[in-house]
T-cell receptor, first 112, second 112 residues
Framework: DGGITQSPKYLFRKEGQNVTLSCEQN?????MYWYRQDPGQGLRLIYYSQIVNDFQKGDIAEGYSVSREKKESFPLTVTSAQKNPTAFYLC???????????FGQGTRLTVV | GQQLNQSPQSMFIQEGEDVSMNCTSS?????WLWYKQDPGEGPVLLIA?????ELTSNGRLTAQFGITRKDSFLNISASIPSDVGIYFCAGYYGGSQGNLIFGKGTKLSVKP
């Protein structure tokens, strides 16, 4: 079945450690996105990529990094520079413009 | 940056009642999307609207793209317990693929 897979579902890390969240899609979509969701808030864009080896900062890119070495994969690294990393992270993909972006099931990151 | 105002923030209704929620913006969008998110899961696309005035249904759900292109509404008829969740609107104003803006969501609770 085609879809977007995020792993792990839950992730715990100590403060000051970098952590990488995985996102894989087999929908043959060109574009991929990372969003952050906090309670009572809408989704805020961290990074997006329209094509392999290219990505752009979103509204809240500080403290995050990404790579797009393969069309299917768009991992997100939450670095120690991110001041408030505890959140629900959502990966999405779309064929072209994000008009019909499809989401993964999310990763809940807790930093202690 | 661009912002969407989504209302109401939350609704608590009786099973069988109809539900209406809306999103407004000070800016023009050329696409409106409606998503539903269950607790701990990623949003699922319900309805996509591409033209001003467009009215689209998906089962008991109906959404409309406002004539001014600055608003959209979602109606749910004859609510059932599985309608519980958070409903998000999202607007896309073209250009960069990162330009998909999300509302803060409407939390729907249904009492059997």
């Amino acid at each position: 079945d085609g879809g977007i897979t995020q792993s792990p579902k839950y992730l715990f890390r100590k403060e000051g450690q970098n952590v990488t969240l995985s996102c894989e899609q087999n929908l043959n979509h060109d574009a991929m996105y990372w969003y952050r969701q906090d309670p009572g808030q809408g989704l805020r864009l961290i990074y997006y990529s329209q094509i392999v080896n290219d990505f752009q900062k979103g509204d809240i890119a500080e403290g995050y990094s990404v790579s797009r070495e393969k069309k299917e994969s768009f991992p997100l690294t939450v670095t120690s520079a991110q001041k408030n990393p505890t959140a629900f992270y959502l990966c999405a993909s779309s064929m072209g413009p994000p008009r019909e972006a499809f989401f993964g099931q999310g990763t809940r990151l807790t930093v202690v | 940056g661009q912002q969407l105002n989504q209302s109401p923030q939350s609704m608590f209704i009786q099973e069988g009642e109809d539900v209406s929620m809306n999103c407004t913006s000070s800016s023009i969008f050329n696409t409106w999307l409606w998503y539903k998110q269950d607790p701990g899961e990623g949003p699922v696309l319900l309805i996509a609207l591409y033209k001003a005035g467009e009215l689209t249904s998906n089962g008991r759900l109906t959404a409309q793209f406002g004539i001014t292109r600055k608003d959209s509404f979602l109606n749910i008829s004859a609510s059932i317990p599985s309608d519980v969740g958070i409903y998000f609107c999202a607007g896309y104003y073209g250009g960069s693929q990162g330009n998909l803006i999300f509302g803060k969501g409407t939390k729907l609770s249904v009492k059997p």
